[in-house]
């Protein structure tokens, strides 16, 4: 009972923490880590040792590849890579298919791109489309930001994923190709909800003048380094397959190296270079744009591995055993990370700190749910990634990017914005389910 008392007197502080007195949310999961040793009686040394394993282990599996993630993206929306491959989306799909233009449109640049800064970039876009296509400026937005959203909670090389797939050491190969399939038919009630519901809400368009185009990289340049890291990863993850034989190809040896998410991601910084019109000290010194990547990371980065430390914590603590001992007959599986996503995510607001506590809390836990197989170690990653999306409301930063550039008041952004990443995250915990039905 303590243990249990422990933990939710530690997820209180964390939400106090982070909503009501406004601290980082580093300090804040390291803070709880700490009291929650105290609480349960672990002796000093245990708790030192779970703050140096907890930290420096986490950070040594996936610290660079969060950084490298972040690096290509940088580049990706500063070059105007990003942005030429959404307006290649949106000319391939059409003007009149304008709902599905922006939702795919957000679904890709979501992978490289920090959702905020994506739906920055597009809005403009979107604005001028939906008023040439006559269409519903509130629904293209929601389609948009709904597409932003599920690659950014459920398709690595996005920070978030790619933490709880680290902490919970889930194959990342497995995690980007059933991530894929979930949030691609999850979108498809999305679709339908941003098209038929969410088109109803009137929002006025106010067009800005148009900018000259500077600059642009060439299509196949951009995608290379989206495309190439993810292929790299995937095929390692198909190579290591125990069924497929092919650990005794002559290939093997150089894709093992390549398809490690470390050097995958080094592969897509290195073919990132080639975006900028120039390569300077604009692109690479501590003042560019990989310094602005660094910032952007850092706190990603730390709050990972601050979520490492609680995870090392609860583990050390014995709380384990006592989940195996009185709940492994409760058959939750699955539903309880998406419910301990889905109450952190509504509670405090970021899906990144949802997603790197939930797995946090999970990790020690997986054997007593039932998630140790590689399978439900990658479901238990996408369900965590579907409980972060529910729901985005006044909270989260998102939710203002979105209302703010769009006209929407609040009411209005709870009827569309709030109510699509429920549906969304419903949608995907759903398919979630199917699947480990048919699959495992």
């Known amino acids: 009972m303590l243990y249990i008392l422990a933990l939710v007197l530690s997820l209180a502080f964390i939400i106090l923490g982070i909503v009501k007195w406004k601290i980082h949310p580093f300090f804040v999961l390291l803070i709880a880590a700490i009291g929650y040793g105290f609480i349960t009686g672990m002796e000093i040394p245990s708790i030192l040792a779970a703050i140096n394993e907890g930290f420096g282990g986490l950070m040594g599996s996936i610290g660079l590849i969060i950084f490298f993630g972040v690096v290509i993206g940088t580049v990706l929306e500063k070059s105007g890579g990003a942005m030429v491959i959404a307006v290649k989306m949106i000319d391939v799909i059409g003007e009149k298919s304008i709902h599905l233009a922006m939702l795919l449109t957000g679904y890709i640049m979501s992978i490289p791109v920090f959702a905020d800064s994506a739906f920055i970039m597009m809005n403009s876009l979107n604005k001028a489309l939906s008023h040439r296509a006559k269409k519903s400026y509130a629904g293209t937005s929601v389609a ?19 933490a709880a797939a680290g902490i ?10 059933w991530g894929i399939i979930v949030s691609s038919i999850a979108l498809v009630p999305s679709y339908f ?17 148009a900018k000259v185009k500077g600059y642009q990289p060439k299509l196949l340049t951009s995608l290379l380094s989206i495309f190439v890291p993810i292929l790299l990863i995937v095929l390692k993850s198909v190579f290591d397959y125990p069924d497929a034989h092919l650990k005794s190809s002559v290939l093997y040896p150089m ?24 390569l300077d000290d604009k692109v690479y010194s501590a003042t560019g744009w990989f310094g602005d990547a660094l910032k952007s990371a850092a706190p990603i980065i730390l709050i990972t591995g601050a979520g490492g430390i609680f995870g090392k914590m609860l583990q050390n ?7 195996t001992e009185n709940f492994s007959d409760l058959s939750i599986g699955l539903f309880l990370p998406f419910l301990l996503a889905a109450c952190l995510k509504t509670t405090q607001g970021s899906s990144t700190v949802a997603l790197i506590t939930t797995a946090s809390i999970i990790a020690p836990m997986m054997p007593a749910l039932g998630l140790e197989s590689t399978m439900m170690t990658t479901m238990t990653v996408l ?25 929407m008041d609040v009411k209005q952004g709870n009827k569309t914005l709030t109510l699509g990443t429920l549906i969304l995250g419903v949608s995907a915990i759903c398919v979630i389910y199917v699947i480990t039905f048919f699959v495992t």
Do not use: C, Y
């Not at 909800?193 to 003048?209: C, D, G, M, N």
């Not at 409301?393 to 550039?405: E, G, R």
């Open 144 to 162: 948009l930001g709904l597409g932003l959203f599920a690659t950014h909670v459920m398709v690595p090389p996005t920070p978030g994923p790619i």
């Open 168 to 177: 919970l050491h889930a194959d990342l190969g497995n995690v980007i190709l």
């Open 193 to 209: 909800f941003a098209t038929k519901f969410a088109s109803r809400v009137k929002i006025p368009i106010f067009l800005e003048e």
């Open 255 to 278: 894709i093992s190296f390549f398809g490690t998410p470390v050097i995958a991601l080094l592969v897509g910084v290195a073919l990132s270079l080639l975006l900028p019109k120039k």
């Open 317 to 323: 603590s014995g709380i384990a055993a006592l989940i």
């Open 383 to 407: 369900a965590i990634g579907a409980g972060s999306l529910v729901v985005s409301h006044a909270n989260d930063s998102f939710f203002w990017v979105f209302t703010q550039l769009t006209g």
